[in-house]
């Protein structure tokens, strides 16, 4: 009987170089998917606050905190995807490192209702702390590793994370009048560093794996939303025996979470990630496309409430919390993938998402029949712009939506 062969040695401190951005079969390391799912438990945690939030009638607040909390945890999230995208080695130091990093926004999920309910940030700041100080180790590892203008590069980007993270402190002290003012400041700052450091460099990211990180991030954050309202249904289920009632609403939650995935997938968009500048507009954008898929989970929980007369607000309002971030999230995936391919003779298809958006708008007039009707209109627009040709994937540039890029 023969031995099995030995397990390859993984040392534990490797030179952290830069990866080619022509390598081929890239795709997303397990670690990665762990990182997801881990920054998914702080997604969750937000859009549950944000229901409660609408529960205890704080709109305003509750909108705000969401918007603030959420932005952290992309950011972070972000930051760590195009890192690794250029610079992941996969030694024992590197796994660590992004796992002080996991462990820093499981920190930050723990902080949410606090952030939410008392306005204490405290907690948010101190998860959010330890992954940025993480995440600025591996860059100062980077350009301990490297030369020249790329070494200028990753010197730029770890100080400024850790002079942005010094200024998020700032905002534990702000009073709450002043708070957004600081939050917009200090988040316009935090974006502004990716476009400082490459001035030096372009950071050596491969397209198709970044394409790929934000592809899953999104299913992962959909499916976060189909088990928030999964909850919700099936608590309203059991507590007031309303199943005839909650059919519809459920049956159109998930044709709008269906359709959104169909959508979202009709393009391949990495042909198109040709320049750190258009990249980088492309990935601050999600922010809007991540946030309104979130947000659509915690509509419909909203939702549920209402068509079970537990909504601490009218039916009108109930049915916006489902339809507003739909029809943002159709838009931003519009601008950000769709409307870079045209379709000739058929360019009126360019028009199909804008319109759908406003067309899902137009459901919330119908209250309780709001959720059904928007997924009606979302399924509609698959089949108008995607299936009618059929989706053939990455045989095609356009995926039903069109064929030729457009610069």
Same mark, same amino acid.
């Given at each position: 009987?023969?031995?099995?062969?030995?397990?390859?040695?993984?040392?534990?401190?490797?030179?952290?170089?830069?990866?080619?951005?022509?390598?081929?079969?890239?795709?997303?390391?397990?670690?990665?998917?762990?990182?997801?799912?881990?920054?998914?438990?702080?997604?969750?945690?937000?859009?549950?606050?944000?229901?409660?939030?609408?529960?205890?009638?704080?709109?305003?607040?509750?909108?705000?905190?969401?918007?603030?909390?959420?932005?952290?945890?992309?950011?972070?999230?972000?930051?760590?995807?195009?890192?690794?995208?250029?610079?992941?080695?996969?030694?024992?130091?590197?796994?660590?490192?992004?796992?002080?990093?996991?462990?820093?926004?499981?920190?930050?999920?723990?902080?949410?209702?606090?952030?939410?309910?008392?306005?204490?940030?405290?907690?948010?700041?101190?998860?959010?702390?330890?992954?940025?100080?993480?995440?600025?180790?591996?860059?100062?590892?980077?350009?301990?590793?490297?030369?020249?203008?790329?070494?200028?590069?990753?010197?730029?980007?770890?100080?400024?994370?850790?002079?942005?993270?010094?200024?998020?402190?700032?905002?534990?002290?702000?009073?709450?009048?002043?708070?957004?003012?600081?939050?917009?400041?200090?988040?316009?700052?935090?974006?502004?560093?990716?476009?400082?450091?490459?001035?030096?460099?372009? +950071?050596?990211?491969?397209?198709?794996?970044?394409?790929?990180?934000?592809?899953?991030?999104?299913?992962? *954050?959909?499916?976060?939303?189909?088990?928030?309202?999964?909850?919700?249904?099936?608590?309203?289920?059991?507590?007031?025996?309303?199943?005839?009632?909650?059919?519809?609403?459920?049956?159109?939650?998930?044709?709008?979470?269906?359709?959104?995935?169909?959508?979202?997938?009709?393009?391949?968009?990495?042909?198109?990630? +040709?320049?750190?500048?258009?990249?980088?507009?492309?990935?601050?954008?999600?922010?809007?496309?991540?946030?309104?898929?979130?947000?659509?989970?915690?509509?419909?929980?909203?939702?549920?409430?209402?068509?079970?007369?537990?909504?601490?607000?009218?039916?009108?309002?109930?049915?916006?919390?489902?339809?507003?971030?739909?029809?943002?999230?159709?838009?931003?995936?519009?601008?950000?993938?769709?409307?870079?391919?045209?379709?000739?003779?058929?360019?009126?298809?360019?028009?199909?998402?804008?319109?759908?958006?406003?067309?899902?708008?137009?459901?919330?007039?119908? +209250?309780?029949?709001?959720?059904?009707?928007?997924?009606?209109?979302?399924?509609?627009?698959?089949?108008?712009? *995607?299936?009618?040709?059929?989706?053939?994937?990455?045989?095609?540039?356009?995926?039903?939506?069109?064929?030729?890029?457009?610069?």
């Amino acid at each position: 009987m023969t031995s099995p062969p030995p397990l390859p040695f993984r040392s534990p401190l490797l030179p952290m170089v830069a990866r080619r951005r022509d390598e081929g079969h890239r795709v997303a390391t397990p670690l990665e998917l762990l990182f997801d799912l881990c920054f998914v438990v702080a997604v969750g945690q937000a859009g549950a606050e944000l229901v409660s939030a609408f529960a205890d009638e704080r709109i305003g607040p509750g909108l705000l905190n969401y918007a603030m909390v959420f932005f952290a945890v992309w950011w972070a999230w972000m930051n760590f995807t195009w890192f690794a995208s250029a610079y992941d080695n996969d030694d024992v130091l590197y796994r660590v490192t992004t796992l002080v990093q996991i462990a820093g926004v499981l920190v930050l999920a723990a902080g949410v209702r606090h952030a939410f309910e008392a306005e204490d940030y405290l907690v948010v700041w101190v998860g959010y702390v330890i992954m940025r100080v993480a995440l600025s180790s591996q860059w100062f590892r980077a350009a301990r590793s490297s030369r020249g203008p790329e070494r200028r590069t990753a010197l730029r980007y770890g100080c400024g994370v850790l002079a942005c993270q010094a200024g998020w402190a700032a905002l534990l002290f702000t009073p709450a009048a002043e708070r957004p003012w600081v939050f917009l400041a200090l988040a316009a700052c935090e974006l502004s560093v990716p476009y400082w450091a490459e001035r030096s460099a372009m +950071t050596p990211w491969h397209p198709h794996h970044i394409a790929e990180r934000y592809g899953l991030f999104t299913i992962i *954050v959909l499916g976060e939303s189909i088990s928030a309202a999964t909850i919700a249904v099936k608590s309203a289920v059991d507590e007031h025996d309303a199943l005839t009632e909650l059919l519809p609403l459920a049956g159109g939650g998930l044709l709008i979470v269906f359709s959104a995935w169909w959508i979202y997938f009709a393009v391949p968009v990495h042909a198109a990630l +040709t320049t750190s500048r258009r990249a980088f507009l492309w990935g601050y954008g999600h922010y809007v496309v991540l946030a309104s898929v979130a947000g659509i989970g915690a509509g419909i929980e909203i939702a549920v409430e209402d068509v079970v007369d537990q909504a601490p607000i009218s039916g009108l309002g109930a049915a916006a919390t489902a339809t507003v971030p739909t029809a943002i999230y159709l838009v931003s995936v519009w601008a950000l993938h769709v409307r870079r391919y045209q379709v000739d003779p058929r360019r009126w298809r360019q028009g199909v998402l804008p319109v759908a958006a406003g067309l899902v708008l137009g459901c919330t007039l119908l +209250t309780e029949w709001a959720v059904p009707a928007a997924g009606v209109v979302c399924a509609g627009a698959v089949v108008v712009g *995607v299936a009618a040709d059929g989706n053939r994937g990455e045989e095609r540039a356009g995926g039903g939506w069109g064929d030729d890029e457009v610069g």
